[in-house]
């Protein structure tokens, strides 16, 4: 996007990430300084050590620490040549079977099979053969993938890898092997992240800096153990981001983009907002020049793919002989209703669900949907939906542990060797604490992540701090239109509108965990940018002589 000439459709693009790093700010501000000034629903689940504004004073005496540290080096070091820190593939790899290891003897130790969405997909994909009789037979089994068609194909999948199991290693339990799978996909991420990285920051101090932020953050978060569509999707949303930013744009890459952002709809369908960025930015990217067309054909290939992936997911999902009830399909009015409600401060309600789910069709449903988001909001009036909001920000970004512990039967069965055992390492952070003596661990894996999450959301409206090239000079001009950086903001600020506007769940973040942390790590290389360029200035006017008439 860079080489692209600089006219409105370019323009337009700058301002949309313009717009969502300024809505980023006040995200930033209620997370920082409401924090644990008001109560909202879950606000005493997974709290830190210290408030979020004192974890981030630390962090930003420590960062500044660094960066004074590091401009003295550099400029005593002046004549010497830089050495690349580089982020090599086989280095990555080695980081990348380290952490797949350390989820396997995670697991070992203190593995536990779930229960919520989870457990029903996990007890549905082991039902007895022929599935076509023996799901519909289960009429809870049969309510709800009726219900929530998007776990359909995820019922597919499972059923499948438990087939390879069988085949495979016989002897490992099926909700063991789902976990291995699931612990892959994470490690797998944390791969195509570092490859992503390097591309995008040069292989420098912000690459291994976003790295291991992204190894902490999601590769040592327990999340790993869950194989739900969460593990799916970030795998999915990584890798998209990682053809984008690491391919060129090519008929053959778009197919793969469509190919696999069908498969990720039908497992998440925010994964959906990858797509719709990359199209939208293509477009805004060449409209004008003469790749105008190329670009064009190559959306529609992978628009075509997209739509043959769809049918495919649709044919395998047909292959289970099942005739779902459509009229129990629970659609977006229900997720918007129950995000306008103030009992959980629009997360999960019980009685939103059996509300909806009493309605005798679609229509029938969202016809009373609609009726109680506009008695909801009425009720609200401006200031009330405004508090509801600010809430509903606190429960989605204010937990960087991404809502671990809180999806109902969270430990259906234990599964690790040591899972009763409070004094193992894995346990202390993975398990809730029992009683107070085993609070502390706990609290400060909380508080590790929570000061990552909030070290990637402040760095977000720092992007706004681009350093602007002067005409006369000769210096390349830092690359800031990769067209990633836009689709990127765009999914960051385009997952932030859908919480508030459905229901808010800090879990839904998990799958757009990389592109937190990509986009944190931007602002940051740009503040440090202008730093670096006011100290050349400042340098400079001090070290040219004054006048005569300004002495």
Request: aromatic share 14%.
């Amino acid at each position: 996007m860079s080489n692209a000439p600089d006219n409105w459709s370019r323009r337009l693009a700058r301002g949309l990430m313009n717009a969502v790093l300024l809505v980023y700010v006040l995200v930033c501000a209620i997370v920082v300084f409401v924090d644990r000034n008001i109560t909202y629903f879950l606000s005493d689940y997974n709290i830190p050590l210290l408030p979020n504004l004192v974890l981030l004073a630390i962090f930003a005496i420590v960062a500044l620490l660094v960066q004074r540290a590091a401009m003295r080096k550099r400029a005593s070091d002046a004549d010497k040549p830089v050495p690349a820190c580089r982020t090599g593939r086989i280095p990555c790899a080695i980081a990348t079977v380290a952490l797949f290891c350390y989820q396997l003897t995670s697991f070992y130790y203190v593995g536990f099979l779930t229960g919520w969405d989870a457990g029903i997909l996990r007890g549905a994909s082991t039902l007895a053969v022929p599935i076509s009789q023996t799901l519909p037979a289960d009429s809870w089994y049969y309510l709800y993938f009726s219900s929530y068609p998007n776990n359909r194909l995820m019922l597919v999948l499972l059923r499948t890898q438990d087939r390879l199991r069988a085949a495979l290693v016989p002897q490992v339990d099926t909700g063991v092997f789902y976990a291995e799978v699931s612990m892959a996909l994470v490690s797998m991420s944390f791969y195509l992240f570092t490859r992503i990285s390097a591309k995008l920051f040069g292989h420098g101090r912000f690459s291994l800096l976003a790295d291991g932020i992204f190894l902490v953050l999601v590769g040592l978060s327990p999340w790993y153990m869950i194989p739900y569509s969460d593990t799916y999707g970030l795998f999915a949303c990584t890798a998209m981001l990682y053809i984008l930013a690491c391919y060129r744009r090519s008929l053959p890459s778009a197919v793969v983009l469509g190919l696999l952002g069908a498969v990720a709809y039908n497992i998440k369908p925010t994964s959906v907002f990858v797509i719709i960025s990359i199209c939208v930015v293509w477009v805004l990217e060449t409209c004008g020049t003469v790749a105008f067309r190329k670009v064009i054909s190559g959306i529609g290939v992978m628009l075509i793919a997209f739509v043959i992936s769809l049918a495919t997911a649709n044919i395998a999902i047909g292959r289970l002989g099942i005739s779902w009830n459509e009229d129990a399909r629970i659609t977006a009015s229900h997720f918007a209703m129950m995000g306008l409600n103030d009992k959980t401060d629009g997360a999960f309600l019980d009685d939103d669900v059996l509300f909806s789910m009493a309605q005798p069709n679609v229509e029938a449903r969202k016809e009373v949907n609609k009726e109680v988001i506009r008695e909801r909001l009425g009720a609200y009036g401006p200031l009330g939906l405004a508090r509801h909001l600010v809430k509903k920000t606190l429960v989605c970004f204010n937990d960087g542990t991404f809502a671990w512990l809180v999806e109902g039967d969270f430990f259906h069965e234990t599964v690790g060797v040591a899972s009763d055992d409070s004094s193992n390492f894995f346990h202390s952070y993975i398990y809730p604490p029992a009683n107070t003596s085993e609070e502390v661990p706990y609290r400060l894996f909380c508080s590790v992540e929570q000061t990552l999450w909030l070290v990637c959301l402040v760095g977000i409206p720092l992007g706004l701090l681009r350093p602007r090239r002067h005409h006369n000079s000769g210096e390349k001009e830092y690359d800031s239109f990769q067209p990633a950086w836009f689709v990127i903001s765009y999914c960051v600020g385009a997952i932030l509108l859908f919480l508030l506007a459905f229901e808010a769940r800090a879990r839904y973040l998990y799958l757009y965990s990389g592109y937190f942390v990509l986009l944190g790590m931007y602002g940051y290389q740009l503040a440090s940018q202008r730093l670096a360029l006011w100290r050349v200035e400042h340098l400079r006017r001090r070290a040219t002589p004054r006048s005569r008439t300004e002495r």
